[in-house]
């Protein structure tokens, strides 16, 4: 439980200029960093280090440090958010790793998502889909009671454990086919299960759906491996109901 | 409608709706094929196969089954070809073997080797059979290819080796085909992977104690 | 000096809304169409005006620094939202949610703001539900409440541990409807860096592209500033890491006054820092205060040995136990208000009681309630909370307690508004917790997201009409305004001096640097002689900052340290007005501890014949000493007392 000091690591990290540079892999030494600290905050020492030499610090997309804002992401070691289940990567922390490890840090990688600059990517893809119907069109003023319509306890859960999406990215990153159907479906779940979002529930899927393919996101071959990367435990049921949701749209035309 | 065949959905339903088809095929093909355990004669079989001739099941449904492999693979082609595309960069270092099956990752790739195990399969048997219709006792066109001497072990092996491929495929297949229209949810999910796993090591034993049986014990 | 003007309107305090509403102009559709807004910030303020405005018809320019406006810091709100529903019937009213804010504000809040916003707490409860925002309910269907420290009824509505980041999403869906009906037009990864006024009237942002380095100009007929607080002047805050004071604080630098700077919250239950490397505290939910209890070893010797890490806090016996705040204020006890709960957490550590190698931690120990409860009870209500803290220190609270101290947390002061929400420069707006108008000085728990809904949902769009039904027969503004190139360029030259220094240390360092001066001398408690210090220190490192200061990378593109060096270079000078404000303020009032204005038992002791007033700073250049207006606060309904927890 005792904090330890793990004395060298070599981080191997995915560096790329802007958009259109070629990038590539470098790798740099850190020593003396303690496992109680969190994995960005290796980032920054590893950063603090090479401003004092002179290079450029590596950029990466972080904010709240948290875990709930959804805006760090990094694909570590191979595994959307680093190996550890349940978080995101600012409450990764240093224990997890061992002394003189190796570790390779890249953006996430999906064509929906080009990378800005080294590990920092260009999610914009997702406010496209949100865009395209992830709301209830209500205007400011005017709404019943906000007990006018009961909503069931189980109903009000199961929205909100959809709701808790972050829109990381994870989900695209972690597939194979960087596939956005665990972000569409949560999205589109959270509003089908509540009354006031069942009102135009048809139209938000169809919309959505259409907008993600048009992104180019890639198809959803039910892997799973979104639902077990995904920080917030989005259940691949979602998919399911979105899949049924879309279904039914279309029959109704 | 066109827009829906064309969604993402929509093609994966496509593929789920014909996979469901094929998987009633599979089940119906090991059922037939399980008469040659049942009977030593191998009359029982030859009756079954010599329905399977029948005018109105070669020209009635051989073309809708047919038909259904060919959607299938046509589909799996697009998807494949397109999700390839969405990542066009690939990771140096990607770790997915905690996060999911290694069959559910390599459908495409199972799927292939089963067609060129069908595409055998074809040779063995519907060519002499129904197409050039030369074939009087079928049982017996059955076990002389896993008996044939040593050839015999070589095809009996190839036949288990399709076999358990097959399981693979269905054992992500199944239950995938339902989550695709969007019958399952948190509690079905659990449900139908087991019967999905029920199901392909069903499949797979099946069409693997036939040839091994018959190498062996005909 | 300039008389301030906070034209909140004559008459009984239940009325002067309405009253108000019903006085001020309104803009016709047609007319709505011609003019634009902009909005700078994406929070529960800046989202939901945003959104409000676009929808009455306005078009409306939205801007933020993070990758999406879903992002921004109101989503880490974990507790809930205030509001007098009285669903509970436990006889909660308009007026009683106004008086626990007034008083928990320790009445440094206006009467007139605070009725208001109480007034309109229920509506935006109702606007949440009908966006989709997945209110806890009972079984009965019906909305659930609970209840937090410093008030004696239950109106806290909640979504697990998670309220900020649904109402969030529930106003950035809204957001999203209108920017894809065109009538908002969404920057991401833009971050504005200076206000354009032209006529004495407010018409445009200088922002820079974070992408690509432009700075860019951006004209609309009203400027509306959303931006959040400046918690991290202190570099260890509890905000985000990105959260920044650079809007509101270039509104002071083009003349908008800023008001209280000295009112920052310090939320008791954080997880305390670690080591040197720390770059951001993790608040632990005010919750958690109902089941866990807080204490500290009564001996000495077994302090030092925790200190030591010789024993763990499971060898310490119950009667060796100090539950400090049960001790102190019997009848609260852990749910004394914020400032008072943080206060009494450092005296401990100060004390040389603190229980972690640093010395800088208290315990809040939940085996009592598992004990009492069960530990199912106590996972069902904060098992996520508990797996965050494991998480991060890898100790499991179930069978040893949190250790917890107090951080940064949040900016009551901000940009002087009037009742209107506008700032003395006409056409700028501050919202949420970018102005200083409601919390006085101290904020209640569940109230900063009520103040931002409230402001962005039923507020700004109103009072925005009055200004801008004069503004109708304003073309849209021109680019090339002399004034916007004027601000461009002074922009590029502000980013080109940080740029061209090319010392030798990070902007970290800096930033650091600032924040151990900050916490050390104009933190939880202040006195003369360390503001006085501080105040002296400060501008040494900002001298030093301007002298040494690296920014590696290109100049025209994306470039992180370069965007942190402005940031910090304004955490520099909001640091140096915070320290001559708490200077200036020689009692002790809400969060704000002046060592001097103390009962005989320590407790804060106000001055209300002195300072009942809002200190609002008007800037008058750099390395010149601002002028102080001062508002006075006019008290009408409640009546002034000392606040007592005991």
Not at chain 1, 110 to 127: C, M, N, Q, S, Y
Request: proline share 3%; glycine share 10%.
């Amino acid at each position: 439980m005792a904090d330890k000091i793990l004395k060298e690591l070599t981080i191997k990290v995915w560096r790329q200029k802007n958009a259109k540079a070629k990038g590539k892999f470098e790798s740099y030494k850190i020593s003396d960093i303690s496992t109680g600290t969190s994995f960005l905050e290796m980032l920054d020492i590893l950063n603090e280090q090479l401003i004092n030499d002179g290079i450029e610090p590596i950029a990466f997309d972080h904010d709240c440090r948290e875990g709930i804002c959804g805006m760090c992401s990094l694909f570590i070691d191979g595994r959307a958010h680093g190996p550890d289940d349940d978080i995101t990567t600012c409450q990764l922390h240093m224990r997890k790793f061992e002394d003189g490890a190796t570790i390779t840090i890249e953006p996430w990688r999906a064509g929906a998502f080009p990378v800005i600059k080294d590990l920092i990517v260009d999610r914009t893809a997702f406010e496209k889909v949100l865009q395209s119907g992830g709301y209830i069109s209500v205007n400011t003023g005017g709404v019943p009671d906000g007990n006018a319509i009961p909503i069931s306890y189980d109903d009000a859960e199961e929205a909100m454990d959809a709701a808790a999406c972050i829109g990381c990215g994870a989900c695209v990153a972690t597939c194979k086919n960087s596939s956005a159907m665990l972000f569409v479906s949560a999205k589109v779940s959270h509003l089908a299960k509540l009354p006031q979002g069942r009102v135009e529930a048809t139209r938000r899927a169809k919309n959505m759906v259409a907008k993600m393919d048009e992104l180019g996101f890639g198809n959803c071959t039910n892997t799973g491996a979104c639902e077990v990367e995904c920080p917030k435990g989005i259940s691949i049921a979602n998919i399911a109901r979105l899949n049924r949701e879309f279904l039914s749209a279309t029959i109704k035309g | 409608m066109s827009s829906f065949l064309s969604s993402s959905i929509g093609k994966k339903l496509i593929m789920s709706l014909s996979g469901l088809f094929l998987i009633v095929f599979v089940l119906v093909h090991l059922i037939l094929n399980s008469f040659l355990l049942f009977d030593k004669t191998g009359e029982l079989f030859n009756a079954g196969a010599h329905f399977m001739s029948l005018p109105i099941i070669r020209f009635g449904l051989q073309p809708v089954l047919a038909g259904g492999f060919i959607i299938h693979i046509i589909y799996a082609i697009t998807l494949t070809l397109q999700n390839q595309k969405a990542r066009p960069q690939k990771y140096a270092v990607q770790n997915l073997s905690n996060s999911s099956t290694w069959s559910s990752r390599n459908m495409f790739v199972l799927g292939g080797l089963v067609l060129v195990f069908i595409a055998m399969h074809l040779l063995h048997f519907f060519v002499p059979i129904q197409i050039e219709g030369n074939v009087h006792d079928d049982a017996q066109l059955v076990k002389a290819l896993f008996t044939n001497g040593s050839m015999g072990l070589v095809y009996t092996g190839l036949y288990v080796l399709g076999a358990i491929l097959l399981g693979f495929h269905l054992a992500h297949g199944f239950w995938s085909a339902f989550q695709s229209i969007g019958f399952s949810n948190k509690i079905w999910k659990k449900r139908l992977e087991k019967v999905s796993y029920f199901y392909a090591i069903f499949v797979a034993a099946g069409f693997t104690i036939i040839p091994l049986y018959l190498h062996f014990f005909a | 000096m300039t008389v301030l003007n906070s034209k909140i309107p004559a008459g009984p305090l239940a009325e002067k809304w309405s009253k108000h509403k019903a006085a001020i102009k309104v803009v016709s559709p047609a007319n709505k169409r011609k003019l634009d807004i902009i909005v700078v910030g994406t929070g529960l303020a800046g989202g939901s005006a945003a959104a409000s405005l676009a929808e009455m018809g306005y078009n409306v320019k939205a801007f933020c620094y993070q990758d999406s406006g879903r992002r921004a810091h109101s989503i880490a709100a974990q507790g809930g939202i205030n509001a007098a529903k009285n669903y509970q019937n436990d006889n909660d009213s308009i007026y009683r949610l106004f008086y626990d804010t007034i008083k928990g504000g320790d009445y440094r809040a206006r009467e007139g703001n605070v009725y208001r916003l109480a007034e309109v707490s229920g509506d935006i409860i109702d606007q949440c539900v009908a966006q989709g925002v997945p209110f806890a309910r009972e079984y009965g269907g019906t909305l659930s409440n609970r209840s937090f420290g410093g008030v004696l009824v239950s109106r806290t509505f909640y979504a697990r541990g998670q309220t900020g980041q649904q109402l969030l999403l529930g106003c950035y869906a809204s957001m999203n409807r209108m920017i894809g009906q065109g009538k908002i037009e969404m920057h991401e990864r833009n971050e504005m860096l200076d206000i354009v006024i032209a006529d004495g009237k407010a018409r445009g942002i200088i922002t820079r592209n974070l992408v690509t380095g432009e700075v860019e100009r951006h004209g609309a007929h009203a400027v509306v500033i959303a931006t959040g607080g400046y918690g991290n002047v202190f570099f260890l805050s509890t905000n985000a890491m990105g959260c920044n004071g650079g809007a509101a604080w270039q509104a002071y630098k083009n003349g908008a006054y800023f008001g209280n700077p000295c009112f920052v919250q310090i939320h008791p239950t954080c997880i305390p820092v670690h080591g040197e490397q720390q770059s951001k505290l993790t608040l632990m939910s005010e919750s958690l205060r109902n089941d866990g209890r807080v204490w500290t070893p009564k001996k000495k010797e077994d302090a030092i040995k925790l200190q030591k890490g010789e024993m763990g806090p499971n060898d310490i016996a119950d009667e060796d136990r100090d539950f400090y705040l049960e001790r102190r204020y019997p009848s609260y006890g852990n749910l004394v208000p914020r400032d008072v709960a943080s206060r009494a957490a450092k005296e401990r550590c100060d004390a040389g009681f603190g229980v972690n190698a640093e010395g800088k931690a208290v315990y809040l120990d939940f085996k009592y309630s598992i004990e009492r409860l069960g530990r199912d009870v106590i996972e069902a209500r904060y098992g996520n909370l508990f797996q965050m803290y494991e998480k991060i220190t890898d100790v499991n609270p179930y069978n040893e307690p949190m250790q917890i101290y107090p951080a940064i947390h949040y900016s009551m002061g901000g940009v002087w508004v009037d009742y209107n929400l506008m700032t003395n420069i006409p056409g700028l707006y501050a919202i949420g917790e970018a102005n200083f108008s409601d919390h006085g000085g101290n904020r209640l728990g569940a109230s900063a997201l009520m103040q931002g809904l409230a402001d962005g949902y039923f507020i700004l769009p109103y009072t925005i009409g009055d200004y801008l039904a004069d503004e109708i027969q304003t073309p849209r503004i021109e680019l090339n305004h002399p004034e916007f190139e004027k601000k461009e360029k002074a922009v590029q030259e502000r980013l080109e001096r940080l740029y061209n220094v090319k010392g030798d240390k990070s902007v970290d360092s800096f930033h650091k640097r600032l924040g151990n001066i900050m916490w050390d001398y104009v933190g939880m408690a202040r006195n003369e002689k360390g503001l006085k210090f501080a105040i002296e220190e400060i501008a040494k490192i900002k001298a030093d900052f301007y002298k040494n200061v690296r920014i590696p990378g290109d100049f025209d593109a994306m470039n992180i340290e370069l965007e942190k060096a402005g940031r910090v270079a304004d955490f520099l000078e909001l640091g140096d007005l915070m320290a001559r404000d708490a200077l200036n303020r020689k009692e002790s009032c809400g969060g704000h501890y002046r060592e001097e204005s103390v009962t005989e038992e320590g407790e804060a002791k106000r001055d209300d014949d002195n300072f009942t007033f809002v200190s609002a700073w008007e800037y008058q250049g750099e390395d010149k000493d601002p002028i102080l207006h001062k508002e006075d606060l006019v008290f009408e309904t409640v009546e002034l007392t000392q606040r007592s927890y005991k």
